[in-house]
Structures are given as structure tokens and as C-alpha cells.
């Protein structure tokens, strides 16, 4: 049987930061959606070590231009998590029927309406 070898300290890695922007501008120019909630909602909700409430100095939250927000991580959160939470409070606002949550680039996401089209011809046949 081989020796087990004892760990003489822990391993800490390079420090992780991710950048995450959520872009709500077309929504917001249009005005039916919240930006400063959205942000609020976001700093009420993202869990840190599981705790609700916990960002401290490893996540910051900021508004950036008209109708974006930024969110910087110092430690690991993924990028789904914050679909999810995206999704979440537009089911709160009663939004979810009308926009979607849509990844343009790496760590870019962008509420985008949904492509309605009108059924005329079925109607009428009716």
C-alpha cells in the first residue's frame, strides 16, 4: 500500500475575477423595464458562501451607462447563475412573457424582446 502524503498547507490559486454585463437597454429605452430594481434585486439576491446578503468586497454591482450593469467577481460565479436570477425577476415583474435572456458573447447577456409575429391568416380562417 502505497504512503498517504499529508497536505502541509492549502493551495490557493491566482486570484479569479469575472467580469459579467447584463444589457437591459432595449427594454429600458422602451421603459418597461427597472433598471435601478433590477440592480437592487441582484444585490439582494446573488449568494455568496451560501448566504443571501453576503457580497462584501468579492462582488461588485454597478450601473454602467443607460441601462447596463456590470457585474465584477473576485471570486467564482458563474454566468448562469446570474440567467437564472435574470430570469427570475423579470417572472417577478411579470416580464417573462415578453423578453428572454439571450448570451451574445462571453459574459455578455442582453434582454431581448421575442420575436412576435402576427397570425392574421390564422384568424381569419377561424
Known amino acids: 500500500m502505497a504512503p498517504i502524503a ?3 498547507g492549502a493551495k490557493k490559486g491566482p ?3 469575472k467580469k459579467f454585463i447584463i444589457n437591459a437597454s432595449q427594454p429600458a429605452s422602451d421603459k418597461i423595464f427597472d433598471v435601478s430594481a433590477f440592480e437592487k434585486f441582484l444585490n439582494e439576491k446573488i449568494k455568496v458562501e451560501g448566504r443571501v446578503g453576503n457580497l ?3 462582488i461588485k454591482i454597478s450601473q454602467q451607462g ?3 450593469i456590470e457585474i465584477i467577481a473576485h471570486n467564482e460565479l458563474s454566468g448562469r447563475y446570474l440567467k437564472y436570477l435574470t430570469k427570475k425577476f ?3 415583474m411579470q416580464l417573462r412573457d415578453w423578453l428572454r435572456v439571450v448570451s451574445t458573447s462571453k459574459g455578455v447577456y442582453e434582454l431581448k424582446f421575442f420575436n412576435v409575429v402576427n397570425d392574421e391568416a390564422e384568424e381569419d380562417e377561424e
Do not use: P, R, S, W
Request: positive net charge; hydrophobic residues 15%.
Open 90 to 92: 423579470l417572472k417577478k
Open 6 to 8: 499529508k497536505k502541509t
Open 66 to 68: 443607460e441601462g447596463k
Open 56 to 58: 462584501g468586497e468579492t
Open 15 to 17: 486570484k479569479v475575477t
